[in-house]
């Protein structure tokens, strides 16, 4: 019998445009503790687990930011959100409990980098 294979196995990359990519990119460093995988043509790349982060050049007449949101999900929740508040982010609101399971919740809670991008924190926390 034929195995079908699935088309789409995974996100391996997001690409982020940028009018100051270096700037940009020591936001991700400082604010998120992302971990830098290297630096090519003016593109800075980051781990992210499954699926790396690109912080690049935007092009000419590229807008900034849009309706994509890039969730990020925390490890420990509460060091999360002190380490974005340190860094001087201003979450858009509280976290919002999307479920609840015994013992803890999914919470989101919305910012946006220095240029205007759209992000989350996105993750289970104890309830």
Do not use: C
């Amino acid at each position: 019998m034929f195995e079908q294979r699935a088309l789409i196995t995974g996100i391996n990359q997001i690409a982020l445009a940028s009018i100051d990519p270096p700037r940009l990119a020591d936001f991700y460093r400082r604010a998120l503790g992302l971990t830098v995988l290297f630096e090519t043509a003016g593109m800075i790349f980051f781990a992210t687990g499954a699926a790396r982060l690109m912080i690049g050049p935007k092009q000419r007449d590229q807008p900034i930011g849009g309706d994509a949101v890039v969730y990020f999900e925390p490890g420990d929740w509460s060091a999360a959100e002190a380490k974005i508040e340190d860094a001087g982010v201003a979450f858009l609101h509280g976290a919002s409990v999307l479920m609840r399971e015994p013992g803890r919740e999914l919470a989101l809670r919305p910012f946006k980098d220095p240029e205007g991008h759209n992000l989350a924190l996105l993750g289970w926390r104890p309830a």
